[in-house]
């Protein structure tokens, strides 16, 4: 790509999107790259400290110390002070919890991911709710990727059927990165990832000109949306 800086890109072709270069799939890789680190380096990291050390915990000192670390991998902070220093506090997941807590599905999801850290700690002492709030908070978490997730999909496929032109595929582009995040997710039903690494290597090895090119309803990415917001119990349109 490096030689194909002035070039608009062509299928087949890497190139120039207007001021984004894409592969010869039309992805805008450092896009994918850039979202599937928030999902490899703080989903991963928050559901482990969660599910790993957190739950293993024998005493309160421990479950302290354990939750500690959720919470920072998680908001870059320990307990917040306030619910306006939650919201973001310069941490990415923070941005994109806010755009999710703005829905009218999820509306106030992020006031239950304050109200459920907030609870967590008031219970070190209490094992047993301490542990199911735990799942809760690993609940909305797993949530707040998928609903984005599912948004850049759907809203951003149709946009490029109507125009392949750089701004669409760079949020599209997004979106492949946080399906491929999802890979990184834990569900505590079976103990498994809501995606598969197969699947999330499939969504991301995607053929974007092909998809611009498929009106079937059935495409790769038009299936893939609609299979996550199953999982989540929220309809495709919840997420536009």
């Known amino acids: 790509m490096v030689n194909k800086y002035d070039d608009v890109a062509v299928k087949g072709e890497t190139g120039k999107l207007g001021k984004r270069y894409v592969s010869a799939k039309g992805v805008e890789t450092v896009q994918v790259i850039k979202k599937g680190l928030i999902g490899a380096l703080q989903l991963h990291q928050t559901n482990l400290a969660i599910m790993g050390g957190v739950m293993q915990a024998q005493d309160a000192n421990a479950r302290e110390e354990a939750l500690d670390k959720a919470v920072k991998y998680l908001l870059g902070q320990r307990e917040p002070q306030t619910k306006d220093e939650f919201k973001a506090n310069g941490n990415a997941f923070g941005k994109y919890m806010m755009s999710v807590a703005g829905s009218d599905k999820y509306k106030g999801i992020n006031d239950s991911v304050y109200a459920a850290v907030e609870k967590a700690y008031a219970n070190v002492d209490n094992k047993p709710v301490y542990m199911q709030t735990l799942l809760q ?37 997004e979106g492949l990165g946080f399906a491929y995040a999802l890979a990184f997710s834990y569900n505590p039903e079976n103990h498994q990832p809501y995606l598969s690494a197969e699947k999330a290597k499939e969504v991301t090895n995607v053929n974007l000109w ?31």
Do not use: P
């Open 210 to 240: 092909d998809e611009a090119e498929d009106n079937s309803g059935n495409s790769l990415l038009d299936k893939t949306a609609q299979e996550i917001a199953d999982m989540f119990d929220f309809t495709v349109e919840d997420a536009l």
């Open 137 to 173: 908070l690993n609940g909305y978490v797993n949530t707040i990727v998928a609903f984005r997730t599912v948004h850049y999909l759907a809203e951003y496929t149709e946009k490029i059927r109507e125009n392949f032109e750089g701004e669409s595929v760079h949020e599209l582009s």
